[in-house]
């Protein structure tokens, strides 16, 4: 998976979803330099602006944190660690909806309105979903592990033997993996694996 640039991954953190802000969020640039391109080359000024936008955003979920870099002159770049994030939305107009793009908005907590924002992205359904699994299982994954760390603090203390530790530890992790939650691919609600339809929006679920 493509890493933005400018961010630097650490020790076992890597990049789960990597993105661009859609060309087609960028449709009402391309129109205006198509319109305007008899006057004196303006037109040609616009189309650049649109393909700069879309070269210099890029939008990253790893599984440790989100990530967000825009700016054509000047560069901003926004992270939250994934154990901060407290939920997605995302929002679409309705040429957003007709093309399937929007922006996804990621609140985490102790912050003032939303972080984190991928504007323009395409299936905004879908990359809101990836921000719920990849922070599910993080907080999932620190929940195993604190869960381990006390049974190894029980089998240090002489509570438990070695076989009953081991044991122990199998069964959290495979309860574990055999748990990833599952979103719904049309309005990005959880939805338990055996779901034929959403319960939320009422999509059909194919197997």
């Known amino acids: 998976m493509k890493v933005p640039s400018g961010l630097v991954l650490s020790g076992g953190e890597r990049v789960l979803w990597y993105g661009r802000r859609s060309f087609k969020s960028l449709i009402g640039w391309v129109v205006l330099g198509l319109l305007t391109m008899w006057i004196l080359g303006l037109g040609i000024v616009f189309l650049l602006v649109a393909v700069l936008k879309w070269w210099q955003t890029e939008y990253a979920i790893t ?79 620190m929940r195993v592990q604190d869960k381990i760390e006390k049974l190894e603090f029980k089998y240090l203390a002489g509570e438990i033997t070695r076989e009953q530790f081991e044991a122990a530890r199998r069964k959290i992790m495979e309860s574990t993996y055999s748990a990833e939650p599952v979103f719904c691919p049309y309005c990005g609600a959880k939805i338990q694996h055996n779901y034929k339809f959403c319960p939320k929006c009422g999509g059909f679920l194919q197997k």
């Open 63 to 141: 599984n440790r944190r989100v990530y967000s870099k825009t700016g054509i002159i000047s560069r901003t770049v926004h992270d939250a660690p994934l154990e901060k994030v407290t939920d997605a939305t995302f929002h679409q107009s309705f040429l957003g909806r007709l093309l399937n793009f929007g922006t996804v908005s990621i609140n985490t907590a102790g912050m003032g309105g939303y972080e984190v924002i991928f504007v323009g992205v395409s299936d905004p359904v879908k990359v809101r979903a990836k921000v719920q699994t990849a922070t599910d299982m993080l907080k999932r994954m």
